[in-house]
């Protein structure tokens, strides 16, 4: 019994199908050639392609009681994955720059218009000397798979930089472009569901609202700015990750989550009155925005309403808050996930779940179609309090529901055999940030992390409780690192050595059962990863699934099997004094982060010892040819009145 990929064989260019009267000479564009379709057959003919990539997993198996003596019994190496080379998927800043010198000369584009005084002048110098790439930086891609117009949605951060420092740019956007099934970028015109009906783009059909969106594109994301206001560090969204949602139309579409600054009138200790005044004040919050869905204003980022803004259409986009405790000044790296009980109850998502802390796990609910608002459904350690530090493990891609996955797959005997009732499985990586464990002073790594959700009776009474089932140490994913300082190559422990992941485009499944009931996968996930803070790539595994679901048994056994396991093993009853020796706890973390600082300790004495043996200066003359022209550029700009 074979259950095939959801490959598409005939690729949509958008949805004008359903719209005759978008078939005009504008839209009527050539056809979107993604190459030859991908069977079952060539699938699995191609499925042992790419180099071995052995994968150290902790699961929760025995309780350790945090002894890292102990992690040798927790530990399990994952064997049979195979990692692609990974393929570039860098654009070129010059272009981009070009986007949007022509969109705010065009006078269309009123939301590059707005943010013109803070560049408009030095950018169009950096375009005529050929220096753009010294100030603007495209970093931090993520991307999903857009099933119904058979295209990878990517969305990166482009930052800038007026005194070209990558560490410290002023300004942040979201630019969002397309790539075909082979990862070839494309330019189209979409159309797509919105929340609007009426006006320049967007028509009604069906009781529905559709626009049309252009590809690539920087997103009309609004935020907070005042070109006299020089104080906040950083403007606009930062480190985007985009998921699929699905609306109560029953479309799918993209939703990214972002950290912005922004401002709000806030309650301010005034001891000179000895009252409270309002003020305010300044916050990085996190925040959900809709690509294809908009608002008038930025009502909701600035704090107030503005006149200058007030008619100009943005993106929507909507703050999340914690519900019972006060907005935080800094908030990020909240990680989301996609519940399928959750969408099982209305049909659509209209809750959100997110990891908001990893070690002493805690997961939030946030509500997207009202306020905003979050609630923590799980916390490990109840007496941890929400702005303690989150530790080294946070961030990451998004977590895909493999429940989800399987039902899309397979059939629903093979779904229910495999997943217990009750039990939710996801599946991402996350990436650790270890400071000055023997390579540099910050050291970037993606762990793979499996998340379970249960339906627990403790002491009579029945929750929803979630644990890190299993996570690994780092992993390379066979990627070799680039230098922070591109002019000195050796120096990889020299200031920051990152490799991130950002997110999961495509998981391709196919599964298998044969005669006597025993299943097979053959999986291959797309990764979006970077290098440095310097590069966008692609990546795929295969064999993730399959090694994870053939070696790690008890995630096919039901919670009252789990539960009889670890009374038998245990000895103790079921109650909420006894869960950490249960498995909720944080045995497999405290290993995981052990071994990454065994493998940044080994990678540091492997990568200083060439970096000694290279030693010198590796300036060339490319590099001499580009410092002539930033000389050139900077006595430009001192002649249009500007300080470098």
Not at 200 to 229: A, K, Q, S
Request: net charge negative.
């Amino acid at each position: 019994m074979v259950f095939p990929l959801n490959f598409t064989n005939e690729p949509v260019l958008s949805l004008r199908k359903l719209f005759p009267l978008l078939r005009s000479k504008e839209y009527a564009q050539a056809r979107l050639q993604l190459g030859p379709s991908t069977s079952a057959s060539n699938f699995k003919a191609h499925y042992g392609q790419g180099s071995s990539h052995p994968i150290q997993l902790f699961n929760l198996d025995q309780f350790i009681n945090m002894n890292m003596e102990k992690c040798g019994a927790l530990e399990k190496n994952l064997t049979g994955i195979r990692v692609s080379d990974k393929i570039s998927l860098g654009t070129s800043v010059k272009k981009i720059v070009r986007q949007i010198i022509e969109g705010i000369d065009s006078g269309y584009d009123t939301y590059l218009q707005e943010m013109a005084p803070y560049f408009i002048e030095q950018i169009r110098l950096q375009y005529h000397f050929d220096v753009c790439e010294k100030h603007w930086f495209r970093m931090a891609g993520s991307s999903v798979w857009l099933e119904a117009y058979g295209v990878h949605m990517m969305v990166s951060r482009l930052a800038y930089s007026p005194d070209g420092s990558r560490n410290n740019p002023k300004l942040s956007f979201v630019y969002t472009e397309l790539f075909d099934s082979n990862w070839e970028p494309v330019s189209l015109s979409l159309v797509v569901p919105s929340n609007i009906a009426q006006g320049y783009r967007f028509f009604e059909h069906n009781g529905h609202g559709y626009t049309i969106v252009n590809y690539p594109t920087i997103l009309p994301i609004p935020f907070f700015h005042d070109y006299d206001y020089n104080e906040m560090k950083y403007l606009g969204p930062e480190d985007a990750r985009v998921i699929l949602v699905k609306n109560p139309a029953g479309h799918e579409e993209p939703l990214l989550v972002f950290n912005a600054w922004h401002q709000k009138l806030a309650y301010l200790d005034d001891d000179e009155d000895e009252y409270l005044v309002k003020k305010m004040q300044e916050y990085r919050s996190m925040w959900v925005g809709w690509p294809w869905q908009y608002q008038r204003g930025k009502t909701n980022v600035d704090g107030f309403a503005d006149s200058r803004f007030d008619t100009l259409m943005y993106n929507r986009v909507k703050e999340l808050m914690i519900k019972n405790i006060p907005r935080q000044v800094k908030q990020k790296n909240w990680t989301p996930l996609i519940s399928e009980m959750l969408r099982s109850k209305l049909g659509y998502d209209n809750e959100l779940l997110f990891i908001y802390r990893w070690a002493n796990l805690q997961i939030l609910k946030c509500d997207l179609v009202g306020e905003g608002r979050c609630g923590f459904v799980y916390k490990l350690n109840k007496r941890l309090v929400t702005s303690s530090k989150v530790g080294p493990l946070r961030g990451g891609t998004q977590l895909i529901n493999i429940n989800q996955l399987i039902a899309s797959s397979s059939s629903k005997e093979i779904t229910d055999k495999l997943i217990p009732p009750g039990r939710e499985i996801w599946i991402g990586f996350a990436r650790a940030h270890l400071v000055k464990c023997g390579c540099g002073n910050d050291l970037y790594r993606p762990n793979l992390v499996v998340i379970t959700k249960d339906t627990v009776t403790v002491d009579g009474t029945s929750t929803d409780h979630y644990k890190v089932s299993h996570i690994s140490g780092f992993m390379s994913l066979n990627v070799e690192i680039i230098s922070w300082n591109p002019n000195r190559p050796y120096e990889l422990c020299s200031g920051t050595n990152a490799l991130i992941p950002n997110g999961i485009s495509k998981w391709d499944l196919m599964v298998e059962m044969d005669q006597n009931g025993k299943v097979r996968f053959y999986d291959e996930v797309h990764l979006a990863i970077s290098v440095s803070d310097s590069t966008i790539d692609g990546i795929s595994m295969k064999g993730l699934l399959n090694s994870l679901f053939s070696s790690q048994n008890t995630l096919f056994m039901t919670t009252d099997e789990l539960n009889d396991k670890a009374k038998q093993d245990l000895q103790i009853p079921m109650s909420e004094d006894n869960l950490e020796g249960l498995g909720y706890n944080n045995d497999n973390i405290i290993c995981a982060m052990d071994a990454s600082s065994r493998f940044c300790s080994e990678y540091g004495d492997e990568k200083i010892r060439i970096e000694n043996e290279k030693g010198g200066n590796y300036k060339d003359n490319e590099v001499d040819t580009y410092e002539e022209k930033m000389e050139d550029y900077k006595a430009a700009l001192f002649d249009l009145g500007y300080d470098y």
